[in-house]
C-alpha cells in the first residue's frame, strides 16, 4: 500500500466494512485548522502525537482530545516509561508512513511489525465519533469510534491502552 495515500485508506475501510465521512480542505497545519475541519464534518479532531523514549527504540502513538493539554511527564508516569519524548521524523514515515502534521492512527496498517503501542485517552474513546486525518493534513475523515476500536484495531493487530489524561503534572508517589 502506498504510503500516506488517502486513496489507499479508503479502500481499505471499504474492504474492511468501516462507514466514513471525509472531505478535502487546504493542508491544515494548527489543530485550530483540524477543529474547524472536525466542525464542518460533525465530529471531534483528535490530537495524535507521536512518542519515543529517550533513545529512540520504543514508539507511542497517542491518541487524545482536540483541547486536551499533552504532558509529557502525565503520560510518561501513567506508562512507566521515563522521558518521553517527540519520536524522529524518519521513524514516523518508516513505522506510519506519515510525515508530521498528517499524523493518523490510520497509519498503524504500516505498522505491520508492530512496533508502536497506541495510547489512547478515556476522553477519546467514549467519543461516538472523531475526526482524523487519512494520512495525509489536506483531507478530514470522520469515523465511528466502535469501528476503529473493534474493527480497524482489530485487522491491524493493535491493542490500545487507555489512559485518564488530565493535563496536570502529577504529583510524586501519585499514577
Known amino acids: 500500500m502506498e504510503r500516506s495515500s488517502p486513496q489507499a485508506i479508503y479502500s481499505l475501510l471499504q474492504q474492511w466494512g468501516i462507514p466514513y465521512d471525509s472531505m478535502e480542505h487546504p ?3 494548527t489543530m485550530e485548522d483540524c477543529k474547524a475541519i472536525g466542525r464542518q464534518l460533525g465530529a471531534p479532531f483528535c ?3 507521536f512518542l519515543a523514549n529517550r533513545q529512540q527504540t520504543e514508539f507511542f502513538l497517542l491518541l487524545i482530545g482536540e483541547d486536551k493539554k499533552f504532558r509529557t511527564a ?3 508516569k501513567k506508562i512507566g516509561r521515563s ?3 517527540f519520536g524522529n521524523e524518519e521513524k514516523l514515515y518508516q513505522l506510519l508512513g506519515v510525515r508530521p502534521g498528517s499524523i493518523s492512527p490510520l497509519g498503524l496498517v504500516f505498522d505491520e511489525g508492530h512496533e508502536v503501542h497506541l495510547l489512547i485517552d478515556e476522553d477519546v474513546a467514549k467519543l461516538p465519533r472523531f475526526c482524523v ?3 495525509r493534513n489536506t483531507e ?6 466502535q469501528d476503529f476500536l473493534q474493527v480497524f484495531l482489530k485487522k491491524t493487530g493493535h491493542t490500545p491502552q487507555f489512559l485518564t489524561i ?3 503534572v502529577p504529583e510524586e508517589g501519585t499514577k
Not at 478530514?140 to 469510534?145: D, F, K, M, R, W
Open 140 to 145: 478530514g475523515l470522520v469515523l465511528s469510534t
Open 27 to 29: 493542508e491544515a497545519g
Open 74 to 76: 502525565e503520560v510518561s
Open 47 to 49: 490530537k495524535n502525537l
Open 166 to 168: 488530565t493535563g496536570e
Open 133 to 135: 486525518h487519512p494520512c
Open 83 to 85: 522521558r518521553l519524548s
